[in-house]
């Protein structure tokens, strides 16, 4: 039995909050090296796509050609890839497309060159794809550039999701497993995933919480609540996912969360495990959430990531309803206005994203309570401070300068959904739960 309680606020607090999402509805892109290992993404994307009515495009990327270029040391240096080495993976693509789907099948191909990961997810991202499909390939050495490995990196530097098909998969998913701890990042992922697979599937909502022993007089209180929460949860989970004809079971189990999941994933026979990509700390972009990594490279199934990002959901929220509320705050007056806001917010559970001009988007931290937002006019500087309290002296406090302008997101029922603060170099989002 664990030593302290579980969060037994989480399933109720998160879900009663989150509004609802917007799922991506762009074409299916396929990103493929013409390796057999990639050649599971194509009937995939077939059956996607017209099961969803949605169209295809075929993505792949070649390094550039490098030569050492001699000053004082070597150093490498890149130049265009050669007609010839585009025409030949042009040519690569057809036949794959040719060996994989029926006769006349035509989907739009582009050849990019540069870092392959870093090319797929640019072209993703211009295109609005809903889901990059990729052979999983886990079979084959990590070298090959769709390997689990470069799939965690696909998902580490973009937004779109990722479908990593296991090779033999010839039909939709009718057996679905949605891995769930029923924060905002997870609903997202469970949404999207519906979003995918087709009405007459199986869908097993799946939450791993700690063990807890067999209550005595002491803890039954503890157990018991968290018990309840549990279906709280789930219940309110069904509730925000809207099934449309979807058979949904729940499923608790207890244990650590990747051995629970990869053992459930063999005895249920699952054909689809999805999971959302979100990490804790300030290390988001370089690690994802260890329950995402294994499943990555260990699931018997293909795998389904939905990486969790603040921007994402904020703009979802922004989106999803004229019943929301959208604020912008007058600098000579922000001081006040932030007090307002810590007021009716202290406490709750947030995630806090910065997004900068020069490195892009990075998760600063998920699941902290909100102590407080501070202004200072002399450098126009905005401070947001997390912790369980500010009189332990135990907290985490980021600052930006150069506040150029400060907005907040409210539901109908005027409850602060999103911070979003324009400063020096980016902006910095704050996704309340």
């Given at each position: 039995m664990p030593t302290h309680a579980p969060n037994t606020r989480r399933a109720t607090d998160l879900l009663n909050t989150f509004a609802p999402t917007v799922a991506p509805a762009g074409p299916i892109l396929i990103a493929t090296d013409t390796s057999s290992a990639s050649d599971a993404a194509f009937p995939m994307a077939r059956l996607l796509a017209a099961s969803l009515n949605a169209s295809v495009e075929v993505v792949s990327a070649l390094r550039p050609n490098t030569m050492p270029m001699y000053a004082y040391e070597p150093v490498p240096y890149w130049t265009q890839a050669e007609p010839y080495l585009l025409e030949g993976r042009q040519s690569e693509i057809d036949r794959q497309i040719a060996r994989t789907t029926p006769v006349g099948t035509a989907w739009p191909v582009r050849v990019r060159v540069g870092e392959p990961l870093t090319e797929i997810v640019e072209d993703a991202r211009a295109i609005d794809a809903r889901v990059i499909i990729v052979g999983r390939g886990r079979h084959s050495m990590l070298a090959r550039v769709f390997g689990g490995e470069s799939v965690q990196r696909l998902l580490q530097l973009g937004d779109t999701p990722v479908l990593a098909v296991e090779p033999g998969s010839d039909t939709p998913p009718t057996n679905v497993?949605?891995?769930?701890?029923?924060?905002?990042?997870?609903?997202?992922?469970?949404?999207?995933?519906?979003?995918?697979?087709?009405?007459?599937?199986?869908?097993?909502?799946?939450?791993?919480?700690?063990?807890?022993?067999?209550?005595?007089?002491?803890?039954?209180?503890?157990?018991?609540?968290?018990?309840?929460?549990?279906?709280?949860?789930?219940?309110?989970?069904?509730?925000?996912?809207?099934?449309?004809?979807?058979?949904?079971?729940?499923?608790?189990?207890?244990?650590?969360?990747?051995?629970?999941?990869?053992?459930?994933?063999?005895?249920?026979?699952?054909?689809?495990?999805?999971?959302?990509?979100?990490?804790?700390?300030?290390?988001?972009?370089?690690?994802l959430g260890s329950v995402t990594t294994d499943l990555i490279r260990s699931a018997p199934c293909s795998v389904l990531c939905v990486p969790g990002r603040a921007r994402t959901i904020a703009a979802a929220r922004a989106n999803a309803t004229a019943k929301q509320q959208t604020?912008?705050?007058?600098?000579?007056?922000?001081?006040?206005?932030?007090?307002?806001?810590?007021?009716?917010?202290?406490?709750?559970?947030?995630?806090?994203?910065?997004?900068?001009?020069?490195?892009?988007?990075?998760?600063?931290?998920?699941?902290?309570?909100?102590?407080?937002?501070?202004?200072?006019k002399h450098d126009r500087s905005v401070s947001l401070m997390f912790g369980a309290s500010s009189l332990l002296g135990e907290h985490l406090s980021h600052r930006m300068q150069g506040c150029e302008s400060v907005h907040t997101i409210s539901n109908a029922q005027g409850r602060d959904q999103v911070m979003r603060i324009v400063h020096d170099g980016g902006q910095t989002l704050l996704l309340l739960d």
């Amino acid at each position: 039995m664990p030593t302290h309680a579980p969060n037994t606020r989480r399933a109720t607090d998160l879900l009663n909050t989150f509004a609802p999402t917007v799922a991506p509805a762009g074409p299916i892109l396929i990103a493929t090296d013409t390796s057999s290992a990639s050649d599971a993404a194509f009937p995939m994307a077939r059956l996607l796509a017209a099961s969803l009515n949605a169209s295809v495009e075929v993505v792949s990327a070649l390094r550039p050609n490098t030569m050492p270029m001699y000053a004082y040391e070597p150093v490498p240096y890149w130049t265009q890839a050669e007609p010839y080495l585009l025409e030949g993976r042009q040519s690569e693509i057809d036949r794959q497309i040719a060996r994989t789907t029926p006769v006349g099948t035509a989907w739009p191909v582009r050849v990019r060159v540069g870092e392959p990961l870093t090319e797929i997810v640019e072209d993703a991202r211009a295109i609005d794809a809903r889901v990059i499909i990729v052979g999983r390939g886990r079979h084959s050495m990590l070298a090959r550039v769709f390997g689990g490995e470069s799939v965690q990196r696909l998902l580490q530097l973009g937004d779109t999701p990722v479908l990593a098909v296991e090779p033999g998969s010839d039909t939709p998913p009718t057996n679905v497993v949605i891995a769930t701890d029923f924060s905002a990042f997870s609903l997202y992922a469970a949404r999207v995933a519906m979003s995918l697979i087709a009405p007459a599937a199986t869908v097993r909502l799946v939450h791993v919480g700690p063990t807890l022993s067999e209550p005595d007089a002491a803890n039954a209180a503890i157990v018991d609540g968290y018990t309840n929460e549990i279906a709280t949860g789930f219940a309110l989970l069904k509730e925000h996912l809207e099934p449309r004809g979807f058979i949904v079971e729940t499923v608790s189990l207890q244990g650590s969360p990747s051995a629970r999941l990869l053992e459930y994933l063999e005895t249920s026979q699952a054909d689809l495990v999805v999971t959302a990509t979100h990490g804790y700390g300030f290390l988001r972009r370089m690690v994802l959430g260890s329950v995402t990594t294994d499943l990555i490279r260990s699931a018997p199934c293909s795998v389904l990531c939905v990486p969790g990002r603040a921007r994402t959901i904020a703009a979802a929220r922004a989106n999803a309803t004229a019943k929301q509320q959208t604020r912008s705050y007058a600098l000579d007056v922000l001081d006040a206005e932030l007090n307002a806001f810590t007021t009716r917010n202290a406490g709750r559970s947030c995630s806090i994203e910065m997004d900068r001009v020069d490195l892009g988007a990075q998760s600063l931290g998920h699941g902290m309570p909100l102590v407080g937002a501070t202004y200072d006019k002399h450098d126009r500087s905005v401070s947001l401070m997390f912790g369980a309290s500010s009189l332990l002296g135990e907290h985490l406090s980021h600052r930006m300068q150069g506040c150029e302008s400060v907005h907040t997101i409210s539901n109908a029922q005027g409850r602060d959904q999103v911070m979003r603060i324009v400063h020096d170099g980016g902006q910095t989002l704050l996704l309340l739960d």
